[in-house]
């Protein structure tokens, strides 16, 4: 059993950054591959970035590329998603997930599905970015 717990949300302005942090327990973390997603009110929820277990390779959504960026501390048991340049449209609820045993080539692929089939999921921290 994985529990998962973000933490790093707020109120920033256009143009600003925030760091969040999902911090996992369990011993086998650093098997585990490692994604971020976010939903807004009244939409699905979607992928923002993914790492794999090593950390070595990562992928995210294009309206976050070159903004966001994935990383992960496993002898910590944090993953991190920096952001910067925020805008407005970035406001959501972020949630981090976490994917154990699949290969690389089926997380990239389950990240691109509405609902997907992370094995363990936090409750999120809300970004809230003003104009």
């Known amino acids: 059993q994985v529990q998962l717990v973000e933490s790093g949300g707020g109120l920033v302005q256009a143009g600003g950054s925030l760091r969040l942090s999902c911090a996992a327990s369990g011993r086998t973390f650093s098997t585990y591959a490692m994604g971020w997603f976010r939903q807004a009110p009244g939409k699905e929820r979607e992928f923002v970035a993914v790492i794999n277990w090593s950390g070595d390779t990562t992928s995210y959504a294009d309206s976050v590329k070159g903004r966001f960026f994935i990383s992960r501390d496993n002898a910590k048991n944090i993953i991190y998603l920096q952001m910067n340049s925020l805008k407005v449209e970035d406001t959501a609820v972020y949630l981090c997930?976490?994917?154990?045993?699949?290969?690389?080539?089926?997380?990239?692929?389950?990240?691109?599905?509405?609902?997907?089939?992370?094995?363990?999921w936090g409750q999120g921290t809300q970004v809230t970015v003003s104009s």
């Open positions: 997930a976490a994917e154990n045993g699949a290969p690389w080539s089926t997380v990239a692929t389950m990240v691109a599905l509405p609902d997907p089939e992370f094995d363990y």
